[in-house]
């Protein structure tokens, strides 16, 4: 198992989902976030929910929690991973993926925590569509930039990996990489974890 902690973002207002898309039932699971979580727990030794609503994961037997309420108003991953080094104190790095990319495997999670981080700001995710900034390791050197980002309300993490030590890990299967942010994608996705 891996030591590094794992964040999993459930913390965003699933405005395209028309409802909390990490609460829809998933793969035999009572919630998308629950069957996350547990298949999380097999390959990472801490998996920590980031989220301003735990009450609302209650279902999770022993979850962890990253409380995302250090800035109310704001519904963004900057404030995430603000709250996850500020509470994870001790941590140098840690594994981040969105609760709606239920596709994301071991394999790939290894090919990530195989590279030495080193002077790496970020190791992260990219396939022929472009590089996915919510899959991969975030270095507390990006800490600051986070808080700055969050002063500035400007929220967009692919400008601050442009400008930052990046590697990238490329994923030939871009549906490995597939996100439920809509009903019709929700559905897509139950059928795939069904084998259909």
Same mark, same amino acid.
């Given at each position: 198992?891996?030591?590094?902690?794992?964040?999993?973002?459930?913390?965003?207002?699933?405005?395209?989902?028309?409802?909390?898309?990490?609460?829809?039932?998933?793969?035999?699971?009572?919630?998308?976030?629950?069957?996350?979580?547990?298949?999380?727990?097999?390959?990472?030794?801490?998996?920590?929910?980031?989220?301003?609503?735990?009450?609302?994961?209650?279902?999770?037997?022993?979850?962890?929690?990253?409380?995302?309420?250090?800035?109310?108003?704001?519904?963004?991953?900057?404030?995430?991973?603000?709250?996850?080094? %500020?509470?994870? /104190?001790?941590? *140098?790095?840690?594994?981040?993926?969105? !609760? @709606?990319?239920?596709?994301?495997?071991?394999? +790939?999670?290894?090919?990530?925590?195989?590279?030495?981080?080193?002077?790496?700001?970020?190791?992260?995710?990219?396939?022929?569509?472009?590089?996915?900034?919510?899959?991969?390791?975030?270095?507390?050197?990006?800490?600051?930039?986070?808080?700055?980002?969050?002063?500035?309300?400007?929220? %967009?993490?692919? /400008?601050?990996? *442009?400008?930052?030590?990046?590697?990238? !890990? @490329?994923?030939?299967?871009?549906?490995?990489? +597939?996100?439920?942010?809509?009903?019709?994608?929700?559905?897509?996705?139950?059928?795939?974890?069904?084998?259909?």
């Amino acid at each position: 198992m891996y030591t590094i902690p794992c964040i999993l973002f459930a913390g965003g207002r699933s405005s395209r989902m028309g409802e909390n898309k990490a609460l829809l039932p998933f793969a035999g699971k009572e919630s998308l976030s629950q069957y996350q979580y547990e298949r999380l727990n097999e390959i990472f030794e801490h998996v920590y929910i980031g989220t301003k609503e735990p009450q609302l994961f209650n279902h999770i037997k022993d979850a962890l929690f990253i409380d995302e309420c250090c800035h109310p108003n704001v519904y963004a991953p900057t404030v995430g991973f603000v709250s996850a080094f %500020k509470q994870l /104190k001790n941590e *140098k790095a840690l594994f981040a993926l969105p !609760v @709606d990319a239920p596709f994301v495997n071991k394999a +790939m999670i290894d090919a990530f925590l195989t590279v030495e981080l080193g002077d790496h700001d970020a190791i992260i995710a990219r396939t022929k569509s472009g590089m996915h900034p919510l899959c991969g390791i975030y270095s507390r050197s990006l800490e600051l930039p986070f808080y700055n980002m969050i002063r500035e309300d400007n929220h %967009k993490l692919g /400008k601050l990996l *442009k400008n930052s030590n990046v590697f990238y !890990v @490329d994923i030939e299967d871009e549906d490995l990489l +597939m996100n439920v942010n809509t009903p019709d994608e929700y559905q897509k996705a139950l059928k795939k974890v069904a084998g259909e």
